[in-house]
């Protein structure tokens, strides 16, 4: 049964309302009516009336929810205790989109903040598109990681007006210019890097000739520990796939460094502003004498715009990198705002014992 056939059957008279509707939603954004018809042939009505939990921390995620019309709160749990409200979305919005890239667990509680109207979009349904390398569906998808790309970076906001008791001193100042300007490209005399590729999680599900397609522009970096990659605010003119070692992502907070997160082999660093067309926004720095796979920014969009088979797992590897900064952020974020509670109750508990 086509798409068209599908909407008549299911919404009959209405079919002109539901689509002009669904086509005013974000994950529509860029698609045409048909594209947008053939997305809503697979999704399913659903409303929540207000103060309904429509999805529960912790359980299995199963596919995206788009509002037509209606109010939400996303809360996450916080260890000491306690919901803090981390996203609030109202008509057009999506949510659940993560579920649409990767199989996982909901990491945050919804709720009806009115009553809501909307339609689900099944998980399965969607990555069948995908395998076909349907051209709505790989659309859609990037809006998606656009769209988790801009939430990741409000995340990182949210981090750096926490106080983290592991800061450290800031003992070198970022450099100003490309710390990797001067350093060579090309082999790597210690290490032969293409053998190891297809052991990388990156790269798990691909065949050899596909790794070969990847990495065809890429060049081969070999950097000594305490090598800069880049810093905060400079250009995102490529982006670097660790495949031995490790690297240390952090930021600069007045005269602190607050460590991101330390990635080893197989992870993808550089890339967020790539994507965004923004300068980085972190620093990055090898932790170990590291070995590293060179993306030009130009090489790596083409990857992530295209549609070849071995394209189309680029931007599953690229996806699922960004899901897991996204669960380190709001992982960080939990506990340093428990540690700051926490904090004050004790300051709060001594106060009054010293009355």
């Given at each position: 049964?086509?798409?068209?056939k ?52 912790g ?15 996303a ?13 609030e ?14 199989n ?35 659309a ?67 065949t ?84 590293l ?48 509670r ?14």
């Amino acid at each position: 049964m086509n798409a068209s056939k599908h909407l008549d059957d299911c919404l009959g008279d209405g079919i002109d309302d539901a689509l002009k509707a669904f086509c005013a939603t974000g994950i529509c954004c860029g698609l045409d009516k048909a594209d947008a018809a053939q997305l809503l042939a697979m999704a399913q009505p659903v409303s929540f009336t207000s103060g309904s939990r429509m999805v529960r921390h912790g359980e299995p995620s199963r596919g995206a929810y788009v509002i037509r019309k209606g109010r939400i709160e996303a809360r996450v749990t916080l260890p000491g205790g306690g919901e803090k409200t981390v996203v609030e979305l109202a008509d057009g919005s999506m949510f659940g989109e993560m579920s649409l890239l990767e199989n996982g667990q909901s990491i945050a509680s919804v709720f009806a903040v009115s009553h809501v109207d909307g339609w689900f979009i099944e998980r399965n349904l969607f990555r069948a598109l995908i395998a076909g390398r349907n051209p709505a569906a790989l659309a859609i998808q990037r809006t998606i990681t656009s769209g988790l790309v801009a939430r990741l970076a409000i995340l990182n906001g949210d981090l750096q007006k926490q106080i983290a008791p592991e800061d450290r001193p800031v003992t070198e100042p970022a450099p100003a210019y490309d710390p990797l300007a001067e350093l060579p490209r090309g082999g790597s005399n210690q290490f032969d890097c293409r053998r190891f590729l297809s052991l990388l999680p990156f790269f798990t599900g691909f065949t050899s000739d596909e790794i070969d397609c990847v990495i065809a522009s890429a060049k081969i970096l070999d950097v000594p520990r305490g090598q800069w990659l880049f810093a905060a605010g400079q250009p995102a003119d490529a982006c670097y796939l660790v495949v031995r070692g490790a690297v240390e992502a952090n930021i600069y907070i007045e005269d602190c460094v607050r460590r991101l997160a330390v990635l080893g082999p197989g992870s993808l660093v550089g890339y967020m502003g790539i994507l965004a067309g923004l300068p980085h926004n972190a620093n990055t720095v090898a932790r170990e004498h590291t070995t590293l796979l060179e993306f030009s920014a130009a090489h790596f969009m083409r990857l992530y715009n295209g549609t070849s088979g071995a394209e189309v797992k680029t931007q599953h590897a690229i996806q699922c990198n960004l899901l897991q900064s996204l669960s380190r952020a709001y992982s960080q974020l939990s506990r340093l705002i428990t540690q700051a509670r926490l904090s004050e109750a004790l300051q709060a508990r001594a106060l009054r014992a010293g009355i």
